[in-house]
């Protein structure tokens, strides 16, 4: 079972618009990362934000974590045709008390589409 | 500094066959994790070895087996293939430390006829 649900599932932007995707999980987290996957392939890495950090940024991507409300979004500015994707949010839990090694649990992503 | 291989990158077999899918990590990393994605049930992690022990474990059947060599490289071998077991097969590495960052390798797509 999946441990996040994203929103919006689909989203289609047009090019130099700014795209905001939503994740939420049900349990306490040390860290949730987002990564991209663009079609059928490997999972890039885009950012990482621990459970003490509220925001975090890194080039045109801004992520925020609320933990009292168990939810982070993604936000993209400026949006390009090449950031057409699937992006997924992670979690390193369930964490039941210990350490869960190597394992995250992922949302069902949401896709971007951004139109030239 | 060269990233997650994985062979090989396309797999066709049949129902009951046996397959083994191959994991090379990024040099340094001695953690590498295996995962399941398919369109009905998404991304569903299999299983994760460090320094040659399974150190976590999904919730999948025995059919599932991994192993990882001393130089980090991991395989997972999957037996009795079943239709279902059609899926894109990805594999991360990290260094290991329980809450990292981890590196995808582009994934063996396996399709079961």
């Known amino acids: 079972s999946q441990q996040g649900e994203e929103d919006p599932q689909a989203l289609s932007i047009q090019e130099g618009e700014n795209a905001t995707m939503n994740c939420s999980y049900k349990t306490s987290i040390n860290n949730l990362q987002w990564y991209r996957q663009n079609s059928g392939r490997g999972l890039v890495h885009l950012i990482l934000?621990?459970?003490?950090?509220r925001e975090k940024h890194s080039g045109r991507l801004r992520v925020t974590l609320d933990t009292s409300k168990k939810s982070s979004s993604l936000l993209i500015t400026a949006s390009r045709a090449a950031d057409t994707a699937s992006y997924f949010c992670a979690t390193d839990g369930p964490n039941a008390g210990g350490t869960s090694y190597g394992k995250l649990t992922f949302g069902q992503g949401t896709i971007l589409t951004v139109h030239p | 500094k060269a990233g997650v291989t994985q062979t090989p990158r396309y797999l066709i077999k049949t129902r009951g066959q046996q397959v083994t899918l191959s994991c090379s990590p990024i040099?340094?990393?001695?953690?590498v994790s295996w995962y399941q994605q398919t369109p009905g049930q998404g991304l569903q992690f299999l299983f994760e070895y460090f320094s040659e022990t399974q150190r976590n474990k999904g919730n999948f059947p025995g059919r599932f087996s991994g192993r990882q060599f001393s130089n980090s490289r991991s395989e997972m071998n999957v037996s009795t293939l079943e239709l279902g077991d059609s899926a894109l097969y990805l594999c991360a590495s990290s260094l290991g430390s329980p809450s990292g960052e981890q590196y995808f390798g582009p994934g063996t797509r396996l399709t079961v006829t």
């Open positions: 040099s340094g990393h001695r953690s």
């Open positions: 934000i621990r459970s003490n950090e």
